[in-house]
């Protein structure tokens, strides 16, 4: 143990061992997973590094260098969509239509909710009157709520209704979503702030 250690303290900071996590919504922990554990299989053997989760959506992540742990949480950042930022455009597939809004099917193949409210100035009493399974729109993100989904908007890249006054454009909607983001708290890229330190791994 002690000649281990002395190895490592004798690495390069990028090149030592690396401990560290990150916490991602209990929700994703199936898609994280996979059928079988295939796609943390997947993850571990890309990036050499261990992967241990648990039931709360904590991850803990042990790698052999620096740069193997960040591929390491980038890739679980990707099963849960934090590369989606916060006052960009996105186009989607509809998945499913409900009474309160649409799971649309995001970039990354991750499903969210747009809104009801968020489809239309006007009201709406029927979602398919606006959206109907299959069609492709954009949509803006709006950040994250406070339990972490996407927000997403189609309404705010709408003209108004009476057509009188223009809407927010894309370029203005990414403004005003990227200045709420930061107002509330959250991180400018929409993806939140919940990833843990990294820590180097000591024997």
Do not use: W
Request: glycine share 12%.
């Amino acid at each position: 143990a002690a000649a281990a250690a002395g190895y490592e303290a004798a690495l390069q900071p990028d090149q030592a061992p690396l401990r560290g996590g990150l916490e991602i919504m209990k929700e994703l922990l199936p898609r994280l997973i996979g059928p079988q554990g295939s796609t943390l299989l997947e993850i571990e053997e890309a990036c050499s590094a261990s992967l241990i989760v648990d039931d709360t959506g904590a991850v803990t992540i042990y790698a052999p260098t620096h740069l193997q742990y960040q591929h390491a949480v980038a890739a679980v950042q990707e099963v849960e969509g934090r590369g989606l930022q916060a006052g960009h455009v996105y186009r989607v597939k509809v998945l499913r239509v409900v009474d309160f809004g649409a799971y649309v099917a995001l970039p990354n193949g991750l499903p969210a909710l747009l809104h009801i409210s968020e489809l239309s100035h006007s009201k709406i009493k029927e979602v398919r009157e606006v959206v109907k399974e299959g069609d492709e729109l954009d949509v803006l993100c709006k950040g994250r709520d406070a339990k972490g989904f996407v927000r997403l908007s189609r309404k705010d890249l709408l003209k108004n209704p009476d057509g009188s006054d223009v809407g927010l454009g894309p370029s203005e909607a990414a403004a005003s979503a990227m200045a709420a983001a930061v107002a509330g708290g959250g991180s400018g890229n929409g993806t939140g702030d919940r990833a843990g330190g990294a820590d180097r791994k000591s024997t």
